[in-house]
């Protein structure tokens, strides 16, 4: 059973662009969480999202960002135009169905350098 | 506001015993989460206490007080593998989960 997938690891851009950072969950999970995580900080919420739904985005900012989870494929992450503050880890993570396991499910994290 | 907190930096030997202690404000609660995390990795679950007490996971344990709204990390027989950073997470209700700034955590030998 293949871990949670994310691509790229790595992502340079420059100031302007768009990043587009994506998140294969677990087999069987149908929950999928971003974070963000700067150097020698924790994990910020970002984005909580089921298949075709976003439950909860009260840590994205309004504007540049934004998440999806499609019924088919990965959960895209979108920054558009994307400035230097932008940059950081992002971690996507997954969970299973089932209420009450809190376990979450974390990816390798794609690292976003702006230029 | 909501808020974790766990101190910066703890620094131990190898084979000892060490605590990672958290203390936790939020607006809801349905349990304490530890993490660990190696430089440049994923964080990787540890354990999940839903209620009051210590929850033994073979060398690392964890324990709960939800009247003090306190938790800690115990980690016995220390190894230089353990050298990491660990966070505590609440969930604050559904599937929401606030994490703590980390510990990171130096084993010497």
């Known amino acids: 059973n293949a871990g949670v997938m994310q691509n790229p690891r790595h992502l340079v851009r420059r100031r302007g662009q768009e990043a587009r950072l994506r998140c294969s969950p677990m087999?069987?999970?149908?929950?999928v969480y971003w974070y963000r995580q700067l150097p020698e900080e924790g994990l910020k919420f970002m984005v909580y999202?089921?298949?075709?739904?976003?439950?909860?985005e009260s840590g994205m900012p309004k504007e540049r960002f934004s998440a999806e989870f499609p019924k088919e494929g990965p959960s895209i992450l979108r920054i558009q135009q994307v400035v230097r503050g932008d940059s950081a880890a992002y971690f996507c993570?997954?969970?299973?169905?089932?209420?009450?396991?809190?376990?979450?499910?974390f990816g390798p994290g794609t690292r976003l350098t702006v230029l | 506001g909501q808020s974790l907190e766990q101190p910066s930096e703890v620094t131990a030997v190898e084979g000892a015993i060490v605590q990672i202690n958290c203390t936790y404000q939020?607006?809801?609660?349905?349990?304490l989460s530890w993490y660990q995390q190696h430089d440049g990795g994923a964080p990787t679950f540890l354990s999940y206490?839903?209620?009051?007490g210590l929850e033994e996971t073979g060398r690392f344990s964890s324990f709960l007080s939800r009247s003090d709204s306190y938790g800690y990390l115990l980690l016995q027989e220390l190894q230089m593998k353990d050298s990491a950073s660990y966070f505590c997470?609440?969930?604050?209700?559904?599937?929401?989960?606030?994490f703590g700034a980390g510990t990171r955590l130096f084993v010497k030998a």
């Open positions: 999202l089921q298949k075709e739904n976003i439950i909860d």
């Open positions: 993570a997954s969970s299973p169905n089932t209420r009450g396991q809190d376990e979450q499910f």
């Open positions: 939020t607006s809801g609660f349905y349990g």
């Open positions: 087999k069987g999970h149908s929950h």
């Open positions: 997470a609440v969930n604050t209700g559904g599937f929401k989960t606030i």
């Open positions: 206490n839903a209620l009051d």
